[in-house]
Nanobody, 118 residues
Framework: QVQLVESGGGLVQAGGSLRLSCAAS????????MGWFRQAPGKERESVAA????????YYGDSVKGRFTIVRDNAKNTVYLQMNSLKPEDTAVYYC???????????WGQGTQVTVSG
């Protein structure tokens, strides 16, 4: 099992940037694929980005391609989501997830709020 703790959310103006971090407990971090999801009020949770165990493979949702970057540091048991050119529609609670399968979600963090003002 792995515990996940997100940080880095906050309030930012449109066009600004934020970097989210997700710190994982345990010594098996590198055995999990990781992902970022988000859920806006009244909407379903959606996949934002995913990264393979080694970091060699990534996935981005269409709405964030070219603006968001997911990276991981297995030595620090941490995955990051760099978010640039933020838009009001990026406002949501962002969740980190660990999975045995790329793109999946077996374990969740508690979420961090991102609010983009227009």
């Amino acid at each position: 099992q792995v515990q996940l703790v997100e940080s880095g959310g906050g309030l930012v103006q449109a066009g600004g940037s934020l970097r989210l971090s997700c710190a994982a407990s345990g010594r098996t971090f590198s055995s999990y694929a990781m992902g970022w999801f988000r859920q806006a009020p009244g909407k379903e949770r959606e996949s934002v980005a995913a990264i393979s165990r080694s970091g060699a493979t990534t996935y981005y949702g269409d709405s964030v391609k070219g603006r968001f970057t997911i990276v991981r540091d297995n030595a620090k048991n941490t995955v990051y989501l760099q978010m640039n050119s933020l838009k009001p529609e990026d406002t949501a609670v962002y969740y980190c997830a660990a999975a045995r399968v790329f793109g999946g979600s077996d374990y969740w963090g508690q979420g961090t709020q991102v609010t983009v003002s227009g």
